[in-house]
């Protein structure tokens, strides 16, 4: 099962990771594939908010994760791969994250800790037709693909 959403300007990449956020019950994992730029943390910060997280979600570039509390005592893992080359202790601390059923975990260059993510996940990834529209090709995890 594959689905496709092209959404024009930033805000309607955000209401859609809200839209995604509002349906997450925990325990799933998102990885978000795509270039510098294609809205992968713009996203994310929708999602959040879909999450009842009201603190504002910054980029896990520099810090790798960043964790939010949320809704209905759940929780977001957000990560961010690009800057490492191996993920040494941080692979670690994804494991316990993503068994954990109360953590939503979403992952941005998730390629060096393949070998840690479950086979159900949900895959997003991000195209730029033009400036100001991506295109979102989600497939992986059915279950949460049939909420949506
Ligand atoms: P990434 O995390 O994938 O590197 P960001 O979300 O940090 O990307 O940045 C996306 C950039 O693209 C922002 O500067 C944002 O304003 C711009 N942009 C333009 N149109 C869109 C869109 N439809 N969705 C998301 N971002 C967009
Ligand atoms: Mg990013």
Do not use: C, N
């Not at 943390?41 to 959040?48: I, N, S, Y």
């Not at 570039?61 to 961010?80: K, M, P």
């Not at 037709?129 to 992986?140: A, D, M, Q, V, Y």
């Amino acid at each position: 099962m594959i689905k496709e959403v092209t959404v024009t300007g930033e805000q309607a990449t955000r209401e859609y990771g809200e839209k995604i956020g509002s349906l997450l019950e925990g325990g799933e994992i998102i990885e978000l594939v795509g270039d510098v730029g294609a809205g992968k943390t713009t996203f994310v910060k929708g999602l959040a908010k879909g999450l009842g997280i009201d603190e504002a979600v910054q980029s896990p570039s520099f810090t790798i994760s960043r964790v939010y509390d949320g809704r209905d005592g759940l929780r977001l893992a957000h990560y961010d791969f690009y800057r490492l080359d191996t993920a040494g202790i941080m692979a670690d601390e994804l494991r316990e994250m993503i068994q954990d059923s109360a953590t939503v975990t979403v992952i941005e260059w998730a390629e060096i800790v393949e070998g840690v993510l479950s086979k159900e996940r949900l895959t997003i990834q991000f195209e730029t037709p033009t400036e100001e529209t991506r295109k979102l090709i989600l497939f992986g995890d059915r279950k949460l693909l049939e909420k949506l």
